[in-house]
């Protein structure tokens, strides 16, 4: 989870090295609008969170490689986008860990920070911010998954297709965005738990439907 916001930076950086020197740098700044508007769409606040709890990304050396499009990097508590989107729980054993206070700041954390994994780094040096440690356990460990993202497209593939296919890119977000937000409300209500539109969304008979769906089914909404 942590590498996800550094990674993303680092695209938008190589699409502008791309750009700005080829016969679309015109098109440079309205491409890098649609990118961060696609961006912050997702689930900004925890990817800041997983950047700013991985140690790696607080290491000198790394903060010496000039970053794509020519930006220099900056550790991720002087970044202010990643600092707003930073939960302010736990504000101060974090600022501890940025600051590399007490065992943080240790020559066996700096050196491992590098060569370690985010979950066992924490898991060795996180003793004295037992909360905190608690927390980017639990972030750094959520895995990549483009499952959401491909939910996403099927329900698209309903909403744009060869038959309704005039459909501006505006409206289609704001279609798709309708439909999979009513499709969760709609587990909040009495008719989705009885009657006839029972949970209506599963179709266990379906075989293109992965075994979770069935046990989905079976599953009590009460």
Known sequence: MGEIYERIDCMLGEIIDVLKNGSHASDLIRMNEILVNRREKMNIPMHCLGFSLNPHYYDANYLRMEAPGGVPRRPPNQDLEVVKG??????????????????????????????????????????????????????????????????????????HNAKW???????????????????????????YKKGPSRKWDVNPENTLFEESAVRLEETNWE
């Not at 007490?102 to 066992?120: E, K």
């Not at 459909?167 to 008719?191: G, M, Q, Y």
Request: aromatic share 8%; glycine share 2%.
């Open 86 to 159: 930073v939960m302010k729980l736990l504000r101060e054993q974090l600022s501890r860990f940025q600051a590399k206070e007490g065992i943080f700041g240790t020559p066996a954390a700096r050196i491992d920070a590098v060569s370690m994994s985010p979950i066992s780094w924490w898991s060795t040096y996180g003793s004295e911010t037992l909360e905190l440690t608690d927390i980017a356990l639990k972030v750094l460990s959520q895995p990549i998954s483009s499952s959401s993202a491909e939910r996403v497209w099927r329900t698209y593939s309903f909403i």
């Open 165 to 191: 296919n005039r459909l501006n890119a505006t409206r289609d977000d704001k279609l798709v965005f309708i439909h999979s937000n009513a499709r969760l409300l709609s587990r909040c209500s009495e008719r």
